[in-house]
């Protein structure tokens, strides 16, 4: 089982695994709760996976903009649009920013009201089936 490695050499693996840490810790031989451990304990190492989250993000958002936009089909005369080789995506930038954003503010918000104006408990009162020959 590997040492601890240096920051230096942490952000690198980070750099490599693109984040990941279970990939990092393929790298080092270890398993991905010691290099877990390891951000929980060091602040540097912690803010070191924290920036290459973030650059991952950065990379995602100039994909997801791509994949929203899509791939024009230019008519190579006249350089005019004629259609779509992949046509825009929205729903697949909604999932990335929404997901790999919520960090960053991207996301749903969801508020929850607890005060509900509608009754909690409804009495239901039920009379007897009158049988016949019942007086009334």
């Known amino acids: 089982i590997s040492m601890k490695p240096s920051l ?14 279970t ?8 398993t991905r709760q010691t290099v ?4 929980k304990q060091d602040a540097s ?32 005369k ?10 825009p995506d929205s729903q697949m930038l909604r999932y990335l ?3 790999l954003g919520r960090d960053e503010g991207f996301g749903e918000k969801h508020d929850v009201n607890i005060e509900n104006p509608l009754p909690t408990a409804i009495n239901i009162v039920v009379s007897p089936k009158k049988k016949p020959g019942d007086a009334e």
């Not at 803010?47 to 791939?71: H, I, Q, T």
């Open 8 to 21: 230096d050499e942490f952000q690198e693996l980070l750099r490599k695994s693109g984040g990941n840490l």
């Open 23 to 30: 990939k990092a810790a393929q790298l080092l031989g270890v």
């Open 36 to 39: 877990w451990g390891w951000t």
């Open 45 to 76: 190492f912690k803010e070191a996976l924290e920036s290459e989250r973030k650059r991952v993000f950065d990379k995602c958002l100039d994909v997801a903009y791509a994949v929203a936009m899509g791939v024009p089909r230019i008519d190579p």
């Open 78 to 87: 006249t350089q005019m649009m004629t259609g779509w080789e992949e046509k």
């Open 97 to 99: 920013l929404s997901t």
